[in-house]
């Protein structure tokens, strides 16, 4: 398959980057921080556009905290790759050698106080630290900070528009495929192909659960051979440019049956009614329990296992989640899934996903393929 050109968006620069550390810092001050520690991982790669080529035992560490320049611990032969990084100019960047401890270099970057540090980071690291400041603390950074990567800018916006339309335009092209006869893995791997041919750098999930393996929302894709009359659950998404697509059509092989019909118009009045709910203010419980109450005035509450939405970014999955007990109100800016579905266990499942991106008086969707029940072959 050759693959298909997209323009690459404006790369983010060094602007960019120390916006994004200054209001950690301002925020991780407002939560009582006394500031963050920050290890490779989607944090690192948001805040500073470092990506190391390995993540190994040798501590790499961004610190931030106020009053302190933005500083990049790395080991000494990393040195280089950091400094190309595209945020590195925004920071201040410290090395360490083999044979040395980098973790009096890091203990005199953080000093004393409640920190928040990356879900990610290493017990190795962290117990290197602990042994260091026995009297500093940590809480992840989901848990202290968990919208620090919640309100994307334009650019980013704009980057995770173009991986919708990537994953919308696999789609396009999937439901001209055949898929009876053929195994969920075949159709999967159709669907990765179609995903790079796109434009994605990497693809993170292809579900293809045909019939019975459609009411596990876990399934993955399997050695099943799809068979005429399957409702076929087609989750998917990566990253293109960095930010994530996820999306989730369900077809028929053929002729639907009635009951799988009426479960697909519930499903998609629930994604319609909850993305019609999306506006700045309204929590993210309320979009859960819009889309809830639609099943379940259908009668299908308790086949709806699952929450409605999480974020997406710079990952596939990360906050805000579109969860009962989430009072996090919208922000224009944030961008997450509407995800509703309806799980018949040794049957069928029945799941409608799009990205919904916070405006400034709604919402707007990042996938406009055709919510209507495709019939393939
Ligand atoms: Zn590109
Ligand atoms: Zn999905
Ligand atoms: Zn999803």
């Not at 404006?10 to 950690?24: K, L, N």
């Not at 989607?42 to 501590?59: K, N, Q, S």
């Not at 118009?265 to 809830?292: H, K, L, N, T």
């Amino acid at each position: 398959m050759t693959s298909t050109q997209h323009p690459s968006p404006p790369a983010f620069t060094s602007a960019d980057y120390r916006g994004r550390m200054d209001r950690v810092v301002r925020s991780a001050v407002e939560a009582g921080l006394a500031g963050v520690a920050v290890t490779p991982g989607p944090d690192l790669v948001w805040l500073t556009g470092y990506r190391p080529t390995a993540i190994t035992e040798r501590l790499t560490m961004l610190v931030l905290r106020p009053g302190q320049e933005p500083t990049l611990l790395v080991p000494v032969l990393e040195r280089p790759d950091a400094e190309s990084a595209e945020g590195a100019s925004a920071l201040t960047i410290m090395d360490w050698a083999d044979g040395t401890d980098p973790y009096p270099v890091a203990a005199a970057l953080l000093e004393q106080g409640h920190f928040g540090i990356s879900d990610s980071a290493w017990a190795l690291h962290l117990l290197g630290l602990q042994r260091q400041l026995p009297s500093t603390d940590y809480e992840p950074l989901t848990e202290c900070l968990p919208m620090m990567r919640a309100v994307k800018d334009g650019n980013e916006l704009a980057r995770l528009a173009a991986a919708g339309a990537a994953a919308d335009a696999a789609y396009g092209e999937i439901i001209g495929m055949p898929f009876a006869g053929r195994r969920e893995t075949d159709v999967a791997a159709d669907l990765a192909g179609l995903l790079r041919r796109f434009g994605h750098e990497q693809v993170d999930f292809t579900v293809v659960g045909s019939g019975p393996n459609g009411a596990n929302p876990h399934h993955e894709a399997g050695s099943r051979v799809i068979e005429r009359g399957d409702a076929v659950v087609l989750d998917f998404g990566g990253l293109m440019d960095g930010y994530g697509s996820d999306t989730t059509r369900t077809v028929c092989v053929g002729e639907p049956t009635p009951e799988i019909r009426k479960v697909h118009d519930v499903v998609r009045q629930a994604q319609q009614a909850a993305f019609e709910a999306v506006r700045p203010g309204v929590s993210c419980q309320e979009i859960d329990r819009v889309a809830r109450a639609v099943i379940t005035r259908a009668g299908f509450g308790e086949q709806f296992i699952h929450r409605t939405g999480h974020g997406i970014g710079v990952t596939t999955h990360e906050p805000p989640y579109m969860v009962e007990g989430e009072g996090q109100p919208l922000v224009p800016g944030m961008c997450f899934s509407i995800e509703p579905g309806i799980y018949l266990a040794g049957r069928f499942g029945v799941r409608i996903e799009d990205i919904v991106a916070v405006t400034d008086d709604g919402g707007q969707r990042l996938n406009n393929t055709d919510h209507g029940l495709a019939i393939v072959e």
